[in-house]
């Protein structure tokens, strides 16, 4: 750009080629013209112009409407150029494969939730346990929710591990690890409180009240409509959801049932199982 | 906003244009393979290398060579879109959200999360929406668990939401829904419960959201819209803004200032960048000095796009004063480009990168013949005054109207009455926010004397979107862009002959 005073549009589009011809800028990309054919941008009147070809007039009619800076620059980005674009080219490739493989997504390190180590809590579960055992319903962020079986006087510690243990990176600190669990007790891992105050401890009621948690899959409408919140209809839509899914694989699923909103699943969710 | 390039004062009497087609290519190149399955966009990508390739080994001609450099860098952007798609259909996410699962999961947040204020079509009733970027860390559904890494957004109707830091981990469970087409996120999430947090967020970013707590509070003690405003222009924090001064503040075109821009970054760079010489350091000092400054704003306004376009930029140029190798800042703005989009190709979709750029690339290229043509008839300090504004407001006009803004008449007035406030309000914001947990009765005063610049900004943007016809409305979208563009040669050929008689 020029420094000089006030310069007429002619004297800066010529400014440069008087430039170029007094110390050429040293290096091999040093063409500030694109040449002839190269397109319209080339300096009018500076360097190599064959007269009257297409792109002369081409230039001639283009090259003084586009901003000064477009006339004069230079747009050769020589091999230099071409390998430091090639360059970052690569570099955003490796990037972007780098981003790929630390992201993609692996099952988390433990065994598939196969069949073995939850269902023989849940299919032997019992009215009542025989008197030297308690049971306790280990819920929410465990490798393995569910009913678990425990000499009495075992710890909270002993009911985790039972389960499964907790799921990587869940806090058990909300847990007193070392109390000793009585019988038909829930522990609820990494969930937040029920709303209610509903009783998670054995109070009077938990041993004979509550009963045994409704199986999703195997559940009845009658079965259903007993459950806390559920009405007839809502429960013909989880028989729905049920048919069309095949099975519930996670009580989580009940709030994919339409007519279960985050309210009445917190009520359902400790009173299920699938 | 970067001032005009110092071709001149650093010796390069001819522009630097040798970036600028690889660096459109580049971006042509994203937006054209956003929407391609990854296998084509990647196929696509190798056969443009191969001929770019092939090209610079068998011609030697100049526009041989600038069409290689522009073929190589579409490639490449079309490679690194074709990879970042397969990484984000990789996995059950994909899956899951097109049966509309529910999903347990961690999550890390990648931004500020954002309160939405609507209305219900349906039933009428008001909502609140939190908006938030995150990445899946942990996936739990179905009885099935995956560790990945994995962008997604999330959807919160749940203001528990709200001013969570960036980088804080949380549990939380919702229904995956697939993104819209060309969205850069595996899926979206919906969510109705409050988070559940896990940790902290990390220490800089602890730093950070004391910083801005900091200035909001040191704000506070301003009248209302001062008040609201200061923070905005400082580190893009509008919470506080009612959607009244919001909607002026666009129709008048100076809705770059609430949404930090690129400005802030030049702003305080070189603010930093005087002080260290005027201390007598070294260039590598100030250099560093200054580089640091950059970094911290950045985490402290959060790497938007035109906060990352300057900043990149920034440090480029840095790195010349540093290595005494200076380059024009036409070649800073381009090389940045490259570099951000090929790192990050979702910038390519983003508006305020979009405009950032395009209002850089309207002083470096525009400014100058603007000037020259003002200059005839205006004395010189009132011609540069006016093309400034008037360049970046020309070369972001289309983009304005493609994203709804309409056409704002008076932003080059209101821009040009508005400039003489930014730096001391912003220079000033960035002293009181940077000193509120050390000294707050320090962080008061620069509030108190920061609230006088933005009153006047609050004037500006208030009287300006009263004047009549100050945004003519304009069709939004890609025509109402390219119409636009259509215009402006008649704009240029009215401003040349018929007020400028010549």
Redesign the interface.
């Known amino acids: ?3 000089a005073g ?2 007429s ?1 002619t004297q ?1 589009v010529s ?2 080629a008087a ?2 011809g007094a110390s050429p ?1 040293p290096g091999p ?1 040093r ?2 013209h ?2 002839a ?3 319209p941008w080339a300096l009018p009147g500076s360097g190599w112009v064959p007269p009257g070809s297409l792109g002369t007039q081409l230039r001639a009619l283009l090259g003084r409407r586009l ?4 006339q ?8 230099r ?2 390998l ?3 360059v ?6 490796v ?3 780098v ?2 493989f ?9 065994p ?2 196969g069949p073995v180590p939850s269902l023989p809590a849940i299919s032997l579960l019992p009215t009542a346990s025989a008197p030297d055992e308690v049971l306790v319903d280990v819920e929410g962020k465990v490798r393995h929710p569910g009913v678990v079986r425990l000499p009495r006087g075992s710890r909270v510690q002993a009911a985790l591990q039972a389960a499964g243990g907790p ?3 869940i ?1 058990t600190s909300a847990l007193n690890l070392a109390r000793v669990v009585a019988d038909g007790e829930q522990l609820r891992v ?1 969930l ?1 409180p029920l709303p209610d105050g509903a009783p998670t401890a054995p109070t009077a009621d938990a041993s004979g009240g509550v009963g045994a948690p409704v199986n999703l899959n195997t559940a009845s409408v009658a079965d259903l409509d007993a459950l806390p919140g559920v009405g007839p209809v809502t429960a013909q839509h989880i028989l729905d959801w049920r048919s069309q899914h095949g099975r519930f ?2 009580v ?2 009940l ?2 049932v339409s007519g279960i ?2 309210a009445t699943y917190a009520k359902l969710a400790p009173l299920v199982t699938v | 906003m970067t001032g005009l ?1 110092a ?2 004062r650093t010796g390069h ?10 660096a459109a290519a580049c971006w042509l190149g994203l937006l054209a393979s956003a929407r391609l399955p990854p296998p084509a966009a990647m196929s696509f990508g190798a056969a443009g ?1 191969a001929v ?1 390739t092939g090209l ?1 080994l068998r011609r030697r ?3 041989a ?2 069409c ?2 522009a073929l ?2 579409a ?3 079309s ?2 879109c074709g ?2 798609a ?2 984000r259909a ?4 994909p899956g899951l959200a097109r049966s ?3 999903a ?1 999961m ?1 999550v890390t947040l990648s931004g500020d999360p954002v309160r939405r204020d609507g209305v219900d079509d349906a039933t009428g009733r008001r909502y609140t929406l939190v908006i938030a970027a995150a990445q899946v860390l ?13 962008p997604v957004l999330l959807l919160a109707y749940n203001t528990g939401w709200l001013g969570l830091l960036p980088s804080q981990h949380v ?1 939380t ?1 919702g ?1 995956l829904v697939p993104p819209r087409a060309g969205d850069t996120v595996a899926a979206v999430v919906r969510i ?3 988070p ?1 947090l ?1 940790g902290r967020p990390s220490a800089v970013q602890r730093a950070a959201g004391r910083l801005r707590d900091g200035l909001r509070q040191a704000a506070a003690g301003l009248p209302a819209g001062p008040g609201a405003l200061l923070p905005g222009l400082v580190d893009g924090d509008t919470t506080g803004l009612d959607a009244a001064t919001v909607a002026d503040f666009r129709r008048t075109g100076l809705t770059h200032l609430v949404a930090v821009s690129g400005t802030n970054v030049a702003i305080i760079s070189g603010a930093v960048l005087a002080l260290a010489r005027r201390l007598r350091a070294g260039p590598r000092l100030s250099g560093a000095l200054a580089a640091l400054a950059v970094v911290g704003f950045v985490v402290l306004a959060r790497p938007s796009g035109s906060v990352l376009r300057a900043a990149v930029m920034g440090g480029l140029g840095l790195a010349g004063l540093v290595l005494a190798r200076p380059r024009p800042a ?1 070649t800073g703005l381009c ?1 940045a480009v ?2 951000l ?3 990050e190709p979702s910038l390519a979709v983003q508006a305020g990168f979009a405009l950032s750029v395009l209002a850089t690339l309207g002083l ?3 400014a ?2 603007m000037q ?1 043509l003002l ?1 005839v008839r205006l004395p ?1 300090p009132a011609a540069a005054a006016i093309a400034v504004p008037a360049a970046a407001q020309l070369a972001c006009a289309p983009v304005i109207a493609m994203i709804g803004g309409g056409t704002s008449l008076v932003a080059v007035p209101a821009n040009l009455l508005a400039a003489p406030a930014v730096a001391p309000a912003t220079v000033l914001g960035v002293l009181s926010a940077s000193t509120a947990p050390i000294a707050p009765w320090v962080a008061r005063c620069c509030a108190e004397l920061a609230g006088l610049p933005c009153a006047w900004l609050l004037v500006v943007a208030h009287v300006g979107a009263r004047v009549p016809l100050a945004n003519i409305g304009w069709p939004d979208g890609l025509c109402g862009a390219l119409l636009l563009v259509g215009c402006l040669p008649a704009l240029a050929w009215a401003v040349r002959h018929v007020i400028l008689r010549r």
């Open positions: 750009m020029p420094e006030r310069p549009p800066v400014q440069p430039t170029q800028p990309d063409g500030q694109v040449g054919d190269d397109g901003p000064l800076p477009l004069a620059g230079r747009w050769n980005p020589g091999r150029g071409v430091a674009v090639a970052l080219g690569a570099l955003g490739i990037f972007a494969t981003l790929f630390r992201g993609r997504p692996h099952p988390a390190n433990l598939e939730p799921q990587p990176g806090d990494g937040p694989t996670s989580e699923q709030q994919e909103g985050p | 390039p071709a001149g009497t001819v522009p630097d244009l040798r970036l600028l087609l690889p290398g770019a610079v001609r100049p526009a060579l600038l290689a450099a190589l860098a490639s490449a952007a490679v690194v990879i970042r397969a990484a990789d996995g059950p996410i509309g699962a529910i347990e961690t942990e996936l739990d559904s179905g009885g099935r668990q995956w560790r990945l890494r994995q549990r469970a229904t109705r419960g409050t559940r896990l036409l090389a490259l570099i989009l090929l790192a470096l290229v525009l100058p013949g020259r200059a010189r």
